[in-house]
């Protein structure tokens, strides 16, 4: 029987950290797919179709990975994809509190849909989109805190190429 979790987020931009979490998650789960939250109220720097290929790069020699988009309840996109699981990967003792929040609100919406945590790796512990991108907007260096090809998209972004 296959495995399968969604790893659900904004992905705005993906980073190595969510990279580091796929990778783990594939020895728990046959397959995962990143699903990237579309219409929200939330801002994103970059438009759907834009995560959606950086993503696609970034992890374009790793096997049994989907991409996809969703909107709607997170549960209900699981649901129609049959996933085992919801992945999700866990920062500092600040992000355990949204987290927590999340998996129960989800566990009440759905209660047959599990929600698996992953501990981000040491390297990864302080890193997140919203800070990358503010690194990037003033020109900063971000080499190494995401995959190549976001690099350079934030390069581009902000006009520093
Ligand atoms: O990368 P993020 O922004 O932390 O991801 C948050 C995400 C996409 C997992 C969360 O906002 C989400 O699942 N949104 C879809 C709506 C939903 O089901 N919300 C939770 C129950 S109300």
């Known amino acids: 029987m296959q495995r399968v979790a969604v790893y659900p987020g904004s992905f705005d931009p993906v980073t190595n950290g969510h990279v580091d979490i796929v990778k783990r998650g594939l020895k728990l789960f046959d397959k995962i797919i990143i699903a990237i939250l579309h219409n929200s109220s939330k801002e994103f720097l970059f438009s759907i179709e834009e995560r959606i290929e950086m993503i696609k790069i970034s992890f374009e020699n790793i096997p049994n990975i989907e991409v996809d988009a969703f909107d709607g309840l997170l549960v209900d996109y699981a649901k129609k994809k049959n996933a085992d699981a919801i992945l999700r990967g866990m920062r500092a003792v ?41 690194a990037a907007r003033y020109g900063g260096d971000i080499e190494g805190m995401v995959p190549p090809v976001v690099d350079k998209k934030l390069k581009e972004k902000f006009g520093f190429v």
């Open 94 to 134: 600040s992000d355990f509190e949204y987290e927590f929040q999340l998996a129960l609100m989800n566990r009440k919406l759905a209660r047959e849909v599990q929600t698996v945590f992953l501990m981000t790796g040491l390297r990864w512990i302080f890193t997140s989109s919203s800070i990358i991108k503010e």
